[in-house]
Structures are given as structure tokens and as C-alpha cells.
């Protein structure tokens, strides 16, 4: 029997109206021990709550109480939205854990029990975390996106296309003998097949847009050192967010600080400067800057006109040569006159025009639509499906009995994307992000 829990649901400290959640079978019985009498389903109800067995009045509150079949959770629900005084959630939250059977509840439980009762499905759980974590316009979008069960959709009709060929291929065993039957079956699973290989491989493609716009478009710094790095970083978060010195080696280690560009999340790398040093401290910043370039959406090199930038060709990501401190009269001359951006970060000039550039990166690569893949887990669950559609049809060649394992794979796959089986080992992490009252 599923527990009944409660809980904090909006956030803590003052606020003019908090609002406590109780889930599970006894949110009804809770209602009775504080309020004395249940609500209309579904219909906000102002009542006095008092503590379970005695007079005493803890708030004047407006009451809920919502059906399992109508809940988010998928249990009877009450919901009590109180004063936001500190001392009267406490006495309410205290008052609930008085009554027999009500415990307080662990951090996305209420989330736990509407995925255990089927209300949405792991996918959407993980869009539901993204929505509360977002900062961005571009991270809300795609999170409501995530939230309203596209992938899910995605994935029952992938799943449909797999029944349907698997009801195929018993059909061709059955009817073996008749050869023209088993002709016309093979032709029929193997155009299921390519639909279903099609639609994976759009899927996959999304994936790289998806991760960027929920976890940010990574941009790496990196140039010699006193190229300007750090002073660049500072000017763009318009903070002072790095130490600024003319000593060369002053950044040791990779310093990130996020952004909001027009609606993306956009995380800006400050990174050591490139040069050969028998510093071994300063030796690892420098591999880690190297490391930080090779995981960039995009990478901004540095030249300030005196020292040799980084060479562009050993970058695996796009990049954008800046010349930077254009402000100063003795800079020597332009290593590379093909540099996109000349700047001072101490005037200003050029910073608009280096944001427009991080833009038109971060726009090529998203078509203004959601994504149906954001999370690595879902990315390998899509791999694993689409690498055993492939092997069925490699298979096809030998005869159609061959192909049933193959499609059991993808089957299993699919509904690991979303839930359905083998997720116990993974759920600790999705639920690890979300906060106690959801």
C-alpha cells in the first residue's frame, strides 16, 4: 500500500502564501484531524486548521482536496495553502506528523508516485527537473516540451511500428510454405524497419540541440597567457568573476561562470594560458584548458597581437579568433588578419559584435524546435534501439526467424527510454535532482 506523505511544496522562508502538500491514501484522514471536514473535490475551500485533538488554531487556509484519478501523483491528494509566516508552516508540517500514518516526504516523491502510478513516464520526470532547474527562456520551452510527453509519443510509436513487425514475422513462420506469403512478409518488415531506422536517426540528430539547450552552450577561452582571457570573461559576465593580473600564469585552473544570451544558457570557460612552462602546477591548468576546448560548443582564440595564438587546426570544435586589446597603442601587429572580432574589453568595443557571433553559433545548430533527446541516458537508449533495428535488418538476408531477437532488443531499449523496465538503478539519480515537496 502506498505510504501517505507530506511536504513544503512552494519555497521556504516568508512569502505570502505557502503551500503544504499531503499525497497518499490518508490525505483525506489528514484533512479531518486538522480541519474537521472535507472539501468539495477540486474546489478551494477556506477552513480553520487546527491541531489534530485539541482547539487549538493554527491557520485560516485554503483547503483542496483532489481524487486519485484526478491528482498529479495518482493518489487522493489535499493540498493547504497557508500563511507563508515561518511559524505557521512549521506548526502545520507539525501538526500533519502528528496524525497516524503520515510521514514527511524524501526529496521528489510526490514525483515518484505519479511515475509508479503511471501518471508520466521517466522522460517526462526528467523534463519536469529541467523545468524546475531552468534559467533561460530556451531551457523553459524545451522543458515544457519535455513535460507534455513528447518523447513518450515518440516512443509508443516507435514501439507500435516494432509490434507491428513482430506480428509480421509470426505470420511468416506460420505461413512458411507459401512462398509468396513470405515474399510479400519480408518485403513488408523491411519497409517497417526502415521507417522505424529513419525515425531513430532524426531522433539522434536532435540530441546534440537537446543537450545544449538544457545543460548550455559550452564556450572555451583560450590563448597565450595575458591574451586577455580573463579580462574578456569578466567583461562579458559584466562582473569581476576572474582575478585579473599582467603576471602570465595567474589563472591556474578552468573557471566557468553561466550566461543568459538571449534566452540560451551559454557557459563561458576562462582557461590557463597556452606556452610551454616546467611549472607542474601550471602544467595541469594547461591541460585542462586543453581538455575545456575539446568539450566546447565553441572556442573564442585569443590573439593579442604580441604572443602566438593557439593553432586552430588541433581544435575538434568550431572557433573565433579575437583580436583583443585593440585599446593599446604599442599591440604589435595582427598574427592573422583573418580575425573575425577586434575588441577591448576595457572600452567595450567589439563585445556586441562577439556576442552576436556566439549567437549565430549557437543558432546554427538550433532550428527554433524542440528536441526530443536531452539527457545522455535517453541518447544511449535511442543508440541501443537503433543499432538492434540495424541488426535485424542485416539479419533479414538469412530469413525472418532470424529477426525476432533483434526486435526484442529494440523493444527493450525503447522502453527503458521511458520507464517501462530496468530503470531501478538510474532513478536514484533523476530523483537526487529534485527537491523535497515535489
Known sequence: ???????????????????????????????????????????????????????????????????????FTGEPVAELHVHGGPAVVRSVLGALAEVPGLRMAVPGEFTRQALGNGRIDLGQVEALADLIDAETERQRMQALSGLAGMLGAAVRDWRSLLLEAKAMVAADIDFSDEGDVADQGLRGIDSLLQRLESGLEGALRTADRGRMLVDGFRVAIIGPPNAGKSTLLNALARRDVAIVSEHAGTTRDVLEVKLDIDGYAVILADTAGLRETSDPVERMGIERARTSASKADLVLLLDDGESEPPDADSLTAPSIRVRTKIDRKAAGPLHDISCRIHLSAHTGEGLDSLTEQILLAIREGDRGEPSLLVHERQRQGVERALAAVQGAQREAVRGVEFLDHHLQRADDALKEVIGLIGVEEVLGAVFSRFCIGK
Open 1 to 71: 500500500m502506498t505510504e501517505t506523505v507530506f511536504s513544503l511544496s512552494s519555497g521556504k522562508g516568508k512569502a505570502g502564501i505557502a503551500v503544504i502538500r499531503i499525497s497518499g491514501p490518508l490525505a483525506g484522514t489528514a484533512l479531518l484531524a486538522l480541519a474537521g471536514a472535507l472539501p468539495p473535490l477540486r474546489q478551494a475551500t477556506l477552513m480553520t486548521l487546527r491541531r489534530p485533538g485539541s482547539d487549538v488554531i493554527l491557520d485560516r487556509a485554503l483547503v483542496l482536496l483532489f481524487a486519485r484519478d484526478r491528482s
